[in-house]
């Protein structure tokens, strides 16, 4: 049972917008800025967003963040059969003292 | 080449140890936090510890508290977690990860949980 909670599955066609929510509470979320990664399967996790909603350098503008009260949603726009893969929010824990982590959501492109 | 590379992963029986290392290059790591997380066959990432650039104030999420060790060699650019008292849910992958620093101004504090660098993972299996 992950801290963060997100949608298990999400999916889109080319070209879509697609969203993925997480949730959370007072002690993250709430409190703490939000990060996203994405994973494709058998690789390490790539971080995606930071801070909400700023992207590391090499991150394609299609990928934003927000951000509102306890919850956070990651956009990707122009959605591109390479985005498929698991996508991860997290953020830190003033109650747990460490970052915790969302159950992930696989994005298919249908 | 910027990377990380972890070692030590194997089968262990359970209440068994193992050391886990990550060895940085062709990256900054001595003013870095590192993290290791772990990823239990088809689950999602769970944070296990980190510890700050100088090897203090290690921390650890509550499953693993006295039983892992995490620590550090700056002048080797490597991280290590020593893993003991192993459990069959200890089994996963596990990654070293780099603590990329960034200031939040709304909320006027600093933060080093962003992992911005990842190594490709070692493998723990925990089984009689």
């Given at each position: ?10 999916s ?67 959605l ?31 | ?5 972890e ?44 510890i ?10 509550d ?6 060790t995490?620590?550090r ?26 603590g ?29």
């Amino acid at each position: 049972q992950s801290v963060l909670t997100q949608p298990p599955s999400a999916s889109g066609t080319p070209g879509q917008r697609v969203t993925i929510s997480c949730s959370g509470g007072s002690s993250n979320i709430g409190s703490n800025p939000v990060n996203w990664y994405q994973q494709f399967p058998g690789t390490a996790p790539k971080l995606l967003i930071y801070s909400n909603n700023q992207r590391p350098s090499g991150v394609p503008d299609r990928f934003s963040g927000s951000k509102s009260g306890t919850s956070a949603s990651l956009a990707i726009s122009g959605l591109q059969s390479e985005d498929e893969a698991d996508y991860y929010c997290a953020a830190w824990d003033d109650s747990l003292s460490g970052p915790v982590f969302g159950g992930g959501t696989k994005l298919t492109v249908l | 080449e910027v990377q990380m590379m972890e070692s030590g992963g194997g089968l262990v029986q359970p209440g068994g140890s193992l050391t886990l290392s990550c060895e940085a290059s062709g990256l900054t790591f001595s003013s870095k936090w590192m993290h290791w997380v772990r990823q239990a066959p088809g689950k999602g990432l769970v944070w296990v510890s980190r510890i700050n650039s100088d090897g203090g104030s290690p921390a650890y999420a509550d499953f693993v508290k006295g039983r892992f060790t995490i620590s550090r060699d700056n002048a080797k650019n490597t991280l290590f977690l020593q893993l003991n008292s192993l459990r069959a849910e200890d089994t996963a992958v596990y990654y070293c990860a780099r603590g990329m620093y960034y200031y939040d101004s709304s909320a006027y504090t600093s933060y080093y949980d962003a992992f911005d660098v990842w190594g490709q993972g070692t493998m723990v299996t925990v089984s009689s």
